[in-house]
């Protein structure tokens, strides 16, 4: 059996089969995880008999399983809206997760308009407490990145608002 073993796509995530010569007695098949050594495996009742993915599949649960794969292969970023990846919520979040400028604003638009539900077009100094950080797992955040300093959240927010609005869905369409 020839195996598809091209890069496909589920959402932006790039999949590509990885070949095993056991795929006749198993129950699914492995794929890479954007060209890294991560892998998920997928199984059979989404994929064609040569491994390809059955076009308008679900495999959201797949990619909910596997969030610290997904944060190693590199997509964590892209995922935090679509499948609800918050690693701040599963505890501690990777090393050097907090130095990428993105992740930040993800963070705090994660807590500003989802949990607070804040008018951004307001001054929203007073509203915001340190203990909305703390009660949300964002302790870290706002203790060693933002210095305990509800103006400079506010500041880091906005600025890189301008900057990475497009990739929120609830913001692109404004």
């Given at each position: ?148 300093n509800i103006k400079r959240a506010i500041h880091t927010y906005e600025t890189y ?10 913001l692109s369409s404004k």
């Amino acid at each position: 059996m020839l195996f598809n073993t091209s890069i496909q796509y589920y959402h932006h995530i790039p999949l590509r089969l990885i070949e095993r010569s056991d795929y006749g007695k198993k129950r699914a098949k492995q794929f890479s995880l954007n060209e890294t050594k991560e892998s998920i495996w997928i199984p059979n009742r989404h994929l064609h008999e040569d491994g390809t993915l059955i076009e308008g599949e679900i495999l959201h649960y797949i990619f909910r399983v596997t969030k610290r794969e997904l944060f190693r292969a590199g997509l964590s970023t892209e995922l935090h809206y679509q499948y609800s990846y918050k690693p701040w919520l599963l505890g501690k979040v990777p090393n050097g997760y907090w130095k990428n400028p993105k992740h930040i604003f993800f963070a705090l638009h994660w807590l500003f308009v989802e949990v607070l539900r804040l008018d951004l077009t307001k001054n929203n100094e007073k509203v915001i407490r340190p203990n909305d950080f703390l009660n949300n797992r964002l302790n870290n955040l706002f203790r060693n990145y933002l210095k305990c300093n509800i103006k400079r959240a506010i500041h880091t927010y906005e600025t890189y608002l301008e900057l990475y609005s497009d990739e929120v869905p609830s913001l692109s369409s404004k």
